[in-house]
């Protein structure tokens, strides 16, 4: 099975910057998005930041302007940068990429916190 591993989270203050990095163990068979979502406890998960097949993106009306999602060099890497951040944005972040064909892909999660 195919596993997506996130890092690149931790502690910030409000107005910093991170960089979460997603990676997939192998080769994923007709992959129609790449995402990312974040979770607060308590709380529904929620869509960050989507790059389609055709490589547009969109985002949250609470990170646009803010954070931004790509492809990497290595394969089957995907990135969020995430700029002026606000305590509002921590939660735990997941990379997540749909299929045509089969289930969508979870990563374990990266914690981001970010402080006032």
């Known amino acids: 099975q195919v596993r997506l591993v996130e890092s690149g989270g931790g502690l910030v203050q409000a107005g910093g910057s991170l960089r979460l990095s997603c990676a997939a163990s192998e080769s994923i068979f007709d992959i129609t998005v790449m995402a990312w979502y974040r979770q607060v406890p308590g709380k529904q998960r929620e869509l960050v930041a989507v790059?389609?097949?055709?490589?547009?993106?969109n985002y949250a009306d609470s990170v646009k302007g803010r954070f931004t999602i790509s492809r990497g060099n290595a394969k089957n890497t995907w990135y969020l940068q995430m700029n002026s951040l606000k305590p509002e944005d921590t939660a735990v972040y997941y990379c997540?990429?749909?299929?045509?064909?089969?289930?969508?892909?979870w990563g374990q999660g990266t914690q981001v916190t970010v402080s006032s």
């Open positions: 790059l389609g097949g055709t490589s547009l993106t």
């Open positions: 997540n990429v749909e299929t045509l064909a089969g289930p969508p892909y």
